[in-house]
């Protein structure tokens, strides 16, 4: 089995930054891309970034293009979400995945005030 482990949640004020660690451990899955998701109270789960981990590609959603960045780190097994000028709107917790598959953190709670 494999387990992912989000950290560095919190609360901020608007405009505030947080960086966001995803340590995964057990059985990995080095060839799967991963990604950032993030769900709302009433809202659905939506995607926040993911990133290639053959090619190194990057995908972000417009809403968060330039203010969020997706990197890992092959040797800690570790993957992070960078998350800059940050908006009220982007309340929610924030769960770390590998694409395509059911494996999910217990996620970490972002709060961001006015």
């Known amino acids: 089995q494999v387990q992912l482990v989000e950290s560095g949640g919190g609360s901020v004020q608007a405009g505030g930054s947080l960086r966001l660690s995803c340590a995964a451990s057990?059985?990995?899955?080095?060839?799967?891309?991963m990604g950032w998701f993030r769900q709302a109270p009433g809202k659905e789960r939506e995607v926040v970034a993911t990133?290639?981990?053959?090619?190194?590609?990057?995908y972000y959603p417009d809403s968060m293009k330039g203010r969020f960045t997706i990197s890992f780190d092959d040797a800690k097994n570790t993957v992070y979400l960078q998350m800059n000028s940050l908006k009220p709107d982007d309340t929610a917790v924030y769960y770390c995945?590998?694409?395509?598959?059911?494996?999910w953190g217990q996620g970490t709670q972002v709060t961001v005030s006015s």
């Open positions: 995945t590998y694409i395509g598959t059911n494996v």
């Open positions: 990133i290639n981990r053959r090619s190194g590609n990057a």
């Open positions: 057990g059985r990995t899955f080095s060839m799967y891309s």
